[in-house]
């Protein structure tokens, strides 16, 4: 048994300290050793456990809107409480000049180097005009839609949640921008001589890959914006617990999109972004319902998404990178490879380089996949709802303390 108390006084002490330092304490035990001093053992709850990574949450005020950034960066900060102005005085600067008869707005607003003797273009120097103006036009819709438009749609269904209201207007985002995204890199797909066909994707390398038709290198520049635009948004938004394998992801999607830019690869790019981008509809829609407070449709929407997961991500997107060497660089004859032709970036340095970066992107792919399984697992043998494992570190503890809210945490 427990030595006798000799200080009966240290129990009101120590609560009184816990008291002061604003920590619950769930049990809390005093006894004197060998010195005679009181010593304080604490059992923390779950919930206090849970909440000892929130350095990585942090709430401010933006207008009154329902924002928690996933950092204390001064400079993310001031970006967040004012992106709608800095946004819109940005494209409003560029129309406004424009309207005037300035030059200089064309290289923001139109695509640059086009083909004097036919309607295409190559690429060039002033292509990061372009970019940057879309840049903020992103910016710009996604505030809006995140902080006027998507949270109207959970108030509608009566869940009072803010997180869930929060979680909701950057999922319904992202699905928008996703679903109009891939609808026309399918159209422009449909309509190209490599529709269907990997064999295509590398045919008369570089000749038919210098010159890229409008529709192309405008999917291709804004899909550019969308991905630079996301790696500030990864920090205005609430930390996950996958974080920074999503930053990672981001850079290295980043990275793809403008090595295969610049050196022609810009069909098989095309094709990869449509592969990638397909089955997070499933999983954005999955969640969208789910912060709705529905039950059995994410779990339906999750297995779609697995599927499509596992069919694109892994088997086609694996399949595309074998076609690299066994119909791609295999195919380019030695006088149309680096460095022999002047427009040919055909090379096994520089194609092995592209390679290593899609396998980095094959290695965050298959950790998200082993959190699926877990999901999986969860639903099939346990029999619990779908939940995403790559949600937040913390609990919501903001909604724990409305015991009428209806929303359901992620």
């Not at 424009?98 to 064309?106: E, I, R, T, V, Y």
């Not at 550019?224 to 990864?234: E, P, R």
């Not at 040919?344 to 792919?365: H, K």
Request: charged share 20%; with cysteine; glycine share 4%.
């Amino acid at each position: 048994g427990m030595p006798p108390l000799e200080k009966p006084c240290a129990v009101e002490r120590a609560q009184s300290e816990c008291t002061a330092e604003r920590e619950p304490v769930d049990s809390v035990t005093v006894y004197s050793g060998k010195t005679g001093t009181a010593r304080l053992r604490v059992r923390r709850s779950s919930k206090q456990m849970r909440s000892k990574d929130t350095k990585h949450r942090h709430r401010v005020a933006v207008g009154g809107r329902n924002v928690v950034l996933s950092t204390r960066n001064p400079l993310i900060t001031w970006l967040a409480k004012n992106e709608l102005t800095l946004s819109f005085a940005a494209i409003f600067i560029v129309r406004t000049c424009s309207w005037l008869g300035f030059a200089w707005p064309q290289l923001f607003l139109t695509l640059q180097h086009s083909s004097p003797n036919s309607h295409r273009f190559t690429r060039g120097a002033c292509d990061v005009w372009f970019v940057i103006n879309w840049i903020f036009q992103i910016l710009a819709a996604r505030s809006i839609m995140l902080h006027n438009v998507l949270p109207l749609i959970p108030q509608y269904f009566g869940v009072k949640s803010s997180r869930s209201q929060r979680r909701f207007g950057e999922t319904g985002w992202f699905l928008c921008y996703i679903v109009l995204s891939w609808s026309i890199g399918f159209s422009i797909w449909r309509d190209s001589p490599y529709y269907m066909n990997t064999r295509h994707l590398y045919a008369n390398y570089p000749e038919d890959h210098v010159l890229m038709p409008y529709s192309l290198k405008w999917y291709y520049l804004v899909q550019t914006a969308f991905w630079i635009s996301n790696l500030y948004t990864i920090f205005v938004e609430e930390r996950r617990k996958d974080h920074m394998e999503m930053l990672t992801h981001h850079v290295v999607t980043i990275a793809l999109v403008v090595l295969s830019y610049t050196f022609h690869f810009t069909r098989f790019g095309h094709v990869f972004m449509l592969v990638m981008d397909f089955p997070d509809v499933f999983l954005s829609l999955a969640k969208l319902v789910r912060y709705l407070g529905n039950e059995m449709a994410p779990n339906i929407l999750f297995g779609l998404f697995t599927i499509s997961w596992v069919a694109t991500k892994h088997y086609l997107c694996i399949k595309m990178m074998i076609s690299i060497w066994t119909e791609g660089i295999f195919e380019v004859p030695m006088e149309k490879r680096f460095p022999h032709c002047p427009d040919s970036f055909a090379s096994y340095p520089i194609v092995g380089f592209m390679w290593a970066i899609l396998c980095v992107l094959q290695a965050v792919l298959i950790y998200w996949f082993v959190m699926i399984l877990k999901v999986l697992e969860k639903v099939l043998i346990k029999g619990e709802d779908a939940a995403d494992e790559r949600s937040d570190e913390e609990s919501d503890s903001e909604d724990e303390a409305k015991p009428n809210d209806t929303g359901r945490s992620n």
